[in-house]
């Protein structure tokens, strides 16, 4: 332990430094105050007491205060530890805290949780050796005797809270008070566990990996979805531990695919890297834009709108190698579902082993290796999802935010910090520029794009022997007027049929699961809801069982009516099971599967599902948004949009937008072989701006039809949301509470305009009532007055959340 510094400043003022835990560890308030010296660095790593327990924590701050500054006494002061090594946060990296903690409304605390390095929480190894003489009276008791015998023979190591007894621990701490013991803190290194294949890749022989997935990927599901998950990564290879984050498998199903032949070792030392491509004409006027803020370090924003297949990627990676060469690192954001294999190929191929994979379903001691690689400066390209945003990248030459649309670069859980807004900071803090793409943008980019300073860079041409799928509208609304509804037009239908013939796949999209959304008394109308949230129950038919959808309550199916005692209860309106059952009764020989969260959830279906769907055994593929994206499957030649207005109904301002993303999402899956594709949309609204501009893969179009609406309501682009959430297990007391909060907020923010308060979409969610009101600031407004107004709401069972710039309204 370091002792209390003391310098020329006397007593009247002190360095001191500011450290901050976990919150998850500590709470929200776990910010403390350490006497320093002028060693102190920010960004550094120190243990910190927290009642019996030492955790890592990061200096925030390090600054001169006195003790009515402090607001406590300086012989109140600790004095900070020795710093842990191999810990340290780039001080860029806390500037970024600082600011995310500050735009989102966040303790620091929490968001130091997203940056720390992961798997700290189980390696804090504390070493116990004797020390000095014992002057005074043996210690009573055959314990304490017994634990110096212990420490003569060598020290006692504990790792975690578990791994000693409290005896001993007792014992320990007992002696070390009479000074006959001490302990050190240390950090053990990660185990990782070991396996002999090394660097593996998928064998190059195709047929090979067909053969198998055709005859043998139903009986062996897990190994098929591995080989799935590595089609079209080339030649490169994956650690085995990426292997199992990418396809989600063991390691067990890593070495018979290695025994069997179908993966095989590379050494990547002995691979040359690919070369970069020729650029197109629209390429090589995009990096002729790119490539001189990279040179100059200017904190440029881009964004890079290009149709699918136009060769973004390409430029991220040229631009990329441009920042490499001038000695600066990347950072690459894709989101969490897009981090498939083929990615990761993509920069592997080009940089070798200097890209470093942060992934979530890699295990914390994975992590953290491939975390420390970066900290070392060996992986000077990071590829990972939203959280990769805080990895320890100390120069930076450019930023990627690839599909810079999807909803999950928004996280919706505290730190409520939007990942896109995040990257901007980071590329202020660092003078380099950031590139943002997508071929269906959100409005909020393609405003700033098109009016606000950010560089547009458009790619509207595809490979020549790229083909879009024929998208086709259907109006459901003719089969009421005709006395006929069915859950199938009659095109719909058709196109079932002949991909059928044909001897090709289908893939019909609805998303929303269960057979029914809820069941409905013909007598009396009453319908059957969640006691705890203010939704109706839906009912799964193959279980037989009444669920709530958002908190998981499960009842059975009652057989008379609640209300009126009635026995006419019956299903209204359909879901995934319902949509799988008609199908099947439509086409009796052809072979159908669901693959929906109720059959994901099962050990090994999601597997068997896609093994048998690749190996031909499924003719159609019924499925939730969890088929939107994915694997490639080269036989699927149609693509039906059961009712596209399911998503266009939420009530949410970004569901237009949102509708049209989606369903070019779906679009994709079709034809994606040798056949062309074609997709058969649903829809009692064919006139809507966003599926017309989906069924002519025109995004400008909608993007024209919807800002003029988004302009007039004061939405985003023009605008910028708060949305400050009073929720309770009391309905009044919440709705009471919800107009102070309105009432403070208009005080606070009279240029601001406040709607509200008001029911949230989903009033009740988990026995708890919930009241909204609605924050529309100037978009470039800062949020900072808004906690001050909620001073005192947030007391008892009333809880206020606060969430700029949210997601969703719901």
Same mark, same amino acid.
Request: charged share 25%; hydrophobic share 40%.
């Given at each position: 332990?370091?002792?209390?510094?003391?310098?020329?400043?006397?007593?009247?003022?002190?360095?001191?430094?500011?450290?901050?835990?976990?919150?998850?560890?500590?709470?929200?308030?776990?910010?403390?105050?350490?006497?320093?010296?002028?060693?102190?660095?920010?960004?550094?790593?120190?243990?910190?007491?927290?009642?019996?327990?030492?955790?890592?924590?990061?200096?925030?701050?390090?600054?001169?205060?006195?003790?009515?500054?402090?607001?406590? *006494?300086?012989? &109140?002061?600790?004095? $900070?530890?020795?710093?842990?090594? +191999?810990?340290?946060? %780039? #001080?860029?990296?806390?500037? !970024?805290?600082?600011?995310?903690?500050?735009?989102?409304?966040?303790?620091?605390?929490?968001?130091?949780?997203?940056?720390?390095?992961?798997?700290?929480?189980?390696?804090?190894?504390?070493?116990?050796?004797?020390?000095?003489?014992?002057?005074?009276?043996?210690?009573?008791?055959?314990?304490?005797?017994?634990?110096?015998?212990?420490?003569?023979?060598?020290?006692?190591?504990?790792?975690?809270?578990?791994?000693?007894?409290?005896?001993?621990?007792?014992?320990?701490?007992?002696?070390?008070?009479?000074?006959?013991?001490?302990?050190?803190?240390?950090?053990?290194?990660?185990?990782?566990?070991?396996?002999?294949?090394?660097?593996?890749?998928?064998? *190059?022989?195709? &047929?090979?990996?067909? $053969?198998?997935?055709?005859?043998? +990927?139903?009986?062996? %599901? #897990?190994?098929?979805?591995? !080989?799935?998950?590595?089609?079209?990564?080339?030649?490169?290879?994956?650690?085995?531990?990426?292997?199992?984050?990418?396809?989600?498998?063991?390691?067990?199903?890593?070495?018979?695919?290695?025994?069997?032949?179908?993966?095989?070792?590379?050494?990547?030392?002995?691979?040359?890297?690919?070369?970069?491509?020729?650029?197109?004409?629209?390429?090589?006027?995009?990096?002729?834009?790119?490539?001189?803020?990279?040179?100059?370090?200017?904190?440029?924003?881009?964004?890079?709108?290009?149709?699918?297949?136009?060769?973004?990627?390409?430029?991220?990676?040229?631009?990329?190698?441009?920042?490499?060469?001038?000695?600066?690192?990347?950072?690459?954001?894709? *989101?969490?579902?897009?981090?498939?294999?083929?990615?990761?190929?993509?920069?592997?191929?080009?940089?070798?082993?200097?890209?470093?994979? !942060?992934?979530?379903?890699?295990?914390?001691?994975?992590?953290?290796?491939?975390?420390?690689?970066?900290?070392?400066?060996?992986?000077?390209?990071?590829?990972?999802?939203?959280?990769?945003?805080?990895?320890?990248?100390?120069?930076?030459?450019?930023?990627?935010?690839?599909?810079?649309?999807?909803?999950?670069?928004?996280?919706?859980?505290?730190?409520?910090?939007?990942?896109?807004?995040?990257?901007?900071?980071?590329?202020?803090?660092?003078?380099?520029?950031?590139?943002?793409?997508?071929?269906?943008?959100?409005?909020?980019?393609?405003?700033?794009?098109?009016?606000?300073?950010?560089?547009?860079?458009?790619?509207?041409?595809?490979?020549?022997?790229?083909?879009?799928?024929?998208?086709?509208?259907?109006?459901?609304?003719?089969?009421?007027?005709?006395?006929?509804?069915?859950?199938?037009?009659?095109?719909?239908?058709?196109?079932?049929?002949?991909?059928?013939?044909?001897?090709?796949?289908?893939?019909?999209?609805?998303?929303?699961?269960?057979?029914?959304?809820?069941?409905?008394?013909?007598?009396?109308?009453?319908?059957?809801?969640?006691?705890?949230?203010?939704?109706?129950?839906?009912?799964?038919?193959?279980?037989?069982?009444?669920?709530?959808?958002?908190?998981?309550?499960?009842?059975?199916?009652?057989?008379?009516?609640?209300?009126?005692?009635?026995?006419?209860?019956?299903?209204?309106?359909?879901?995934?099971?319902?949509?799988?059952?008609?199908?099947?009764?439509?086409?009796?020989?052809?072979?159908?599967?669901?693959?929906?969260?109720?059959?994901?959830?099962?050990?090994?279906?999601?597997?068997?599902?896609?093994?048998?769907?690749?190996?031909?055994?499924?003719?159609?593929?019924?499925?939730?948004?969890?088929?939107?994206?994915?694997?490639?499957?080269?036989?699927?030649?149609?693509?039906?949009?059961?009712?596209?207005?399911?998503?266009?109904?939420?009530?949410?301002?970004?569901?237009?937008?949102?509708?049209?993303?989606?369903?070019?999402?779906?679009?994709?899956?079709?034809?994606?072989?040798?056949?062309?594709?074609?997709?058969?949309?649903?829809?009692?609204?064919?006139?809507?701006?966003?599926?017309?501009?989906?069924?002519?893969?025109?995004?400008?179009?909608?993007?024209?039809?919807?800002?003029?609406?988004?302009?007039?309501?004061?939405?985003?682009?023009?605008?910028?949301?708060?949305?400050?959430?009073?929720?309770?297990?009391?309905?009044?007391?919440?709705?009471?509470?919800?107009?102070?909060?309105?009432?403070?907020?208009?005080?606070?923010?009279?240029?601001?305009?406040?709607?509200?308060?008001?029911?949230?979409?989903?009033?009740?969610?988990?026995?708890?009532?919930?009241?909204?009101?609605?924050?529309?600031?100037?978009?470039?407004?800062?949020?900072?007055?808004?906690?001050?107004?909620?001073?005192?709401?947030?007391?008892?069972?009333?809880?206020?959340?606060?969430?700029?710039?949210?997601?969703?309204?719901?």
């Amino acid at each position: 332990m370091q002792p209390a510094f003391e310098s020329e400043l006397g007593q009247s003022r002190r360095i001191v430094a500011d450290v901050g835990v976990d919150a998850r560890l500590a709470g929200n308030d776990a910010v403390f105050t350490y006497a320093a010296d002028q060693t102190v660095r920010i960004g550094e790593a120190h243990f910190v007491p927290l009642g019996t327990r030492w955790v890592p924590g990061w200096v925030l701050r390090v600054y001169e205060a006195d003790e009515e500054e402090l607001g406590f *006494p300086f012989a &109140k002061l600790k004095p $900070l530890t020795q710093p842990i090594r +191999g810990l340290e946060l %780039p #001080a860029r990296v806390i500037d !970024l805290v600082h600011r995310t903690a500050l735009d989102s409304l966040s303790p620091v605390s929490q968001v130091i949780a997203a940056a720390a390095p992961p798997g700290l929480k189980d390696r804090i190894c504390r070493t116990w050796e004797r020390v000095g003489s014992d002057t005074g009276p043996l210690p009573v008791g055959a314990v304490q005797q017994e634990i110096l015998a212990m420490l003569d023979k060598g020290p006692i190591r504990e790792m975690g809270s578990r791994s000693l007894t409290a005896p001993i621990r007792r014992g320990l701490q007992s002696l070390r008070a009479r000074g006959l013991v001490e302990a050190r803190l240390s950090l053990a290194p990660p185990s990782l566990r070991a396996g002999g294949e090394g660097t593996l890749r998928l064998t *190059p022989d195709e &047929k090979a990996v067909d $053969l198998f997935l055709n005859r043998e +990927g139903r009986r062996r %599901p #897990a190994q098929a979805m591995t !080989l799935m998950a590595l089609q079209g990564s080339g030649a490169t290879g994956f650690t085995r531990q990426e292997i199992r984050a990418l396809s989600g498998v063991t390691d067990q199903t890593i070495r018979s695919l290695f025994q069997a032949g179908l993966l095989v070792a590379v050494d990547e030392a002995a691979a040359p890297p690919s070369s970069a491509k020729e650029p197109s004409l629209e390429q090589k006027a995009a990096l002729d834009a790119i490539l001189p803020a990279v040179a100059e370090h200017r904190p440029e924003r881009f964004l890079l709108f290009g149709v699918t297949g136009s060769g973004k990627t390409e430029v991220y990676l040229q631009a990329a190698a441009a920042a490499l060469r001038a000695g600066r690192q990347i950072l690459y954001l894709v *989101p969490e579902i897009a981090l498939t294999a083929q990615v990761v190929a993509q920069l592997r191929g080009r940089f070798g082993r200097s890209v470093a994979v !942060l992934h979530s379903n890699l295990s914390p001691g994975e992590r953290l290796d491939s975390w420390s690689r970066v900290q070392r400066g060996e992986a000077p390209v990071v590829l990972g999802p939203r959280s990769a945003l805080f990895a320890p990248l100390a120069n930076l030459g450019l930023i990627v935010v690839d599909e810079e649309h999807e909803g999950s670069y928004k996280q919706d859980t505290a730190p409520r910090y939007h990942a896109k807004k995040a990257a901007l900071q980071l590329a202020d803090l660092h003078g380099c520029p950031v590139l943002l793409g997508s071929a269906t943008p959100s409005l909020e980019s393609w405003t700033e794009a098109k009016d606000r300073g950010m560089t547009l860079l458009t790619m509207r041409k595809r490979p020549a022997e790229a083909r879009l799928p024929e998208v086709r509208l259907v109006d459901l609304r003719e089969g009421f007027r005709d006395r006929r509804p069915s859950l199938f037009s009659p095109e719909l239908e058709r196109a079932i049929l002949e991909t059928l013939a044909a001897g090709n796949q289908t893939i019909l999209f609805h998303n929303r699961r269960a057979y029914s959304p809820f069941l409905v008394c013909r007598s009396c109308g009453e319908r059957i809801e969640c006691p705890d949230c203010s939704v109706t129950l839906s009912w799964h038919r193959g279980d037989d069982r009444l669920l709530c959808h958002h908190c998981d309550h499960t009842s059975p199916v009652p057989t008379k009516c609640p209300k009126c005692g009635e026995e006419r209860l019956r299903p209204f309106g359909f879901g995934s099971e319902r949509v799988e059952e008609e199908v099947g009764k439509i086409f009796p020989k052809a072979r159908v599967a669901r693959l929906d969260r109720d059959i994901a959830r099962k050990k090994g279906a999601l597997e068997e599902i896609f093994a048998r769907f690749r190996g031909g055994e499924i003719d159609v593929l019924v499925g939730t948004q969890m088929i939107a994206k994915g694997l490639d499957f080269p036989k699927v030649t149609l693509v039906g949009v059961v009712a596209a207005d399911m998503s266009l109904g939420v009530p949410d301002f970004r569901a237009g937008e949102r509708t049209h993303q989606l369903l070019s999402q779906v679009a994709g899956r079709a034809g994606r072989g040798r056949d062309p594709g074609r997709v058969i949309i649903q829809t009692m609204q064919p006139e809507h701006p966003s599926l017309q501009s989906a069924l002519h893969h025109d995004y400008e179009a909608m993007a024209a039809s919807l800002l003029p609406e988004r302009m007039q309501a004061l939405y985003p682009p023009y605008s910028r949301l708060v949305n400050v959430i009073v929720s309770g297990p009391d309905r009044e007391e919440a709705r009471r509470a919800a107009r102070r909060t309105a009432e403070a907020l208009r005080l606070t923010l009279p240029r601001a305009k406040v709607l509200g308060p008001a029911p949230c979409a989903l009033e009740r969610l988990q026995n708890r009532w919930r009241f909204h009101a609605l924050v529309k600031m100037a978009p470039d407004a800062d949020p900072s007055p808004i906690p001050a107004a909620l001073d005192g709401i947030q007391q008892g069972d009333l809880r206020v959340t606060v969430d700029v710039d949210p997601g969703s309204l719901t």
